[in-house]
């Protein structure tokens, strides 16, 4: 069996950790996320899950490296809001060409500069490292496979399998998303998986496992 390595070097405003799951070798990276709005918790539950499949099928994995981060913010997770502790919300503070702050405080705040929070730059750190290959985020409730960058034929794949929706764009404008940050503008693919939110932590991983594991197996 694989032992997955932990990180914990990043840390959230209040100082949690960030764990960083570090499993398999290679060249070939996918870096996986969840969490990253704290209100959005199912996450967790399947990149964990994602992590136990390949720790118990060494093969699947042996020509790959997958960083797994399964509460990107856990300040938010742990008061189950969709900011962090400052009330940013991280999904809007990448220093993308788009970034634009925001206006109001709301659950959408911006922060009051790109890139101004901890939970932002350890992404960005672990992109800078890593080099992902694929990335695949997971957030909620809208039952959908949204993609940024050439991910086309891996949302068509994932799609297969769980029977969700793609789409291209999600419906409204999303300055300073990861999605603007690694799909478009450095050309990395990357999947934001919307988990549906009124379905059990099981029935999601259900179905959804294979679809997950064929679009990784295929990095």
């Known amino acids: 069996m694989i032992l997955t390595n932990w990180k914990t070097q990043y840390k959230s405003i209040k100082g949690k950790d960030i764990?960083?799951?570090?499993?398999?070798?290679?060249?070939?990276?996918?870096?996986?996320?969840?969490?990253?709005?704290?209100?959005e918790?199912?996450?967790?539950?399947?990149?964990?899950?994602?992590?136990?499949?390949?720790?118990?099928?060494?093969?699947?994995?042996?020509?790959?490296?997958?960083?797994?981060?399964?509460?990107?913010?856990?300040?938010?997770?742990?008061?189950?809001?969709?900011?962090?502790?400052?009330?940013?919300?991280?999904?809007?503070?990448?220093?993308?060409?788009?970034?634009?702050?925001?206006?109001?405080?709301?659950?959408y705040f911006s922060g009051d500069a790109p890139s101004s929070e901890p939970e932002t730059r350890t992404i960005i750190d672990l992109i800078k490292i890593y080099k992902p290959a694929f990335i695949l985020s997971f957030h909620q409730p809208y039952k959908i496979i949204n993609y940024d960058g050439p991910a086309i034929k891996s949302a068509q794949l994932l799609a297969k399998f769980n029977k969700y929706e793609i789409l291209e764009d999600i419906g409204y404008p999303t300055p300073g998303s990861l999605g603007?940050?690694?799909?478009?503008?450095?050309?990395?693919?990357?999947?934001?998986?919307?988990?549906?939110?009124?379905?059990?932590?099981?029935?999601?991983?259900?179905?959804?496992?294979?679809?997950?594991?064929?679009?990784?197996?295929?990095?």
């Open 41 to 107: 918790q199912q996450g967790k539950y399947i990149a964990m899950k994602l992590l136990a499949y390949y720790e118990e099928n060494k093969l699947a994995i042996s020509n790959k490296k997958m960083i797994v981060v399964p509460v990107v913010n856990p300040d938010g997770y742990e008061l189950n809001i969709r900011g962090n502790a400052r009330g940013v919300d991280i999904n809007r503070n990448f220093p993308t060409k788009n970034w634009v702050k925001s206006e109001n405080k709301d659950d």
């Open 180 to 219: 603007n940050y690694a799909g478009i503008e450095r050309n990395i693919p990357i999947i934001t998986l919307e988990l549906p939110e009124n379905e059990t932590d099981e029935i999601v991983w259900r179905d959804n496992c294979l679809g997950l594991i064929a679009v990784i197996n295929q990095v």
């Open 19 to 39: 764990p960083v799951a570090i499993i398999g070798t290679g060249d070939n990276c996918i870096l996986v996320l969840a969490c990253m709005h704290g209100d």
